[in-house]
């Protein structure tokens, strides 16, 4: 009897050690799939941090991409002055664009501060789809260009965009705007309505959307489509880079 309790026992333990090896193997087995799963999700990680690289260090995020595809500078163009300037700044924007409200002080402080060096085009591109307003302002600021008062109510339309941009009918208020550049009002009226003035915004939009334009304000520096600068100081070191090229 005690031969076969003894015998049990140990079948006993037998079995109970046979049990914990098991235990032992399905815990292990267990660490090496939670590891492949962490070594996977590092890796992953890694990868992604790797194109977050790339990106930062690709042209379009700091601030240029291709040659822009668009028409050189002609003498139909509204310019700030005579051809000549280092750089070449060309803007496709919209009056009653918000965005390029926001972009004019930054663009007009960079006039004010390179003068002769920067020679800019001014590209009238309504978004006609989403702005009711931006044709009729856009003929407004062009029958102040017959009158050489272009970038003065240029001033005007972006500086008092939001009492003009839900307006049924602004044209009381670009009259306004006439009288206080001291324009001659009756022919601004008429070039405002004019077909002369209809026929250049229609042309200048057409051109912009031929070019693969489709945003305002889109920017082409020294013929290089830019991603819009964060600011001033942004959009100013890509004038600098600019300037010590053809230094």
């Given at each position: 009897?005690?031969?076969?309790?003894?015998?049990?026992?140990?079948?006993?333990?037998?079995?109970?050690?046979?049990?914990?090896?098991i235990a032992k193997k399905e815990q292990r087995n267990a660490q090496i799939k939670k590891y492949s799963i962490w070594a996977g999700a590092v890796a992953v990680i890694v990868l992604i941090i790797a194109g977050l690289l790339m990106l930062v260090s690709s042209p379009s995020l700091t601030g240029?991409?291709?040659?822009?595809?668009?028409?050189?500078v002609s003498a139909k163009d509204i310019t700030n002055k005579e051809s000549g300037a280092k750089v070449t700044l060309i803007e496709y924007s919209d009056f009653q664009?918000?965005?390029?409200?926001?972009?004019?002080?930054?663009v007009k402080q960079l006039l004010e501060e390179y003068k002769d060096k920067i020679y800019f085009v001014y590209r009238i591109f309504p978004l006609t789809n989403i702005h009711p307003n931006a044709k009729i302002s856009s003929r407004a600021a062009y029958a102040a260009y017959k009158q050489n008062k272009f970038f003065e109510m240029q001033d005007l339309l972006f500086i008092n965009q939001k009492d003009w941009a839900d307006e049924q009918d602004p044209s009381g208020i670009f009259m306004d705007y006439g009288r206080e550049l001291k324009l001659d009002v009756k022919k601004f009226l008429g070039d405002m309505n004019s077909d002369e003035a209809k026929k250049y915004v229609d042309t200048s939009e057409n051109q912009a959307l031929s070019e693969g334009i489709n945003s305002t304000p889109t920017f082409i520096l020294n013929n290089v489509k830019i991603k819009n600068p964060a600011g001033y100081d942004e959009f100013k070191k890509?004038?600098?880079n600019e300037l010590n090229k053809t230094q």
């Open positions: 009897m005690a031969e076969e309790k003894l015998t049990k026992k140990e079948k006993k333990e037998l079995r109970r050690l046979e049990w914990r090896e240029t991409s291709q040659n822009a595809n668009v028409a050189p664009c918000p965005a390029c409200a926001t972009y004019h002080p930054v890509l004038i600098e």
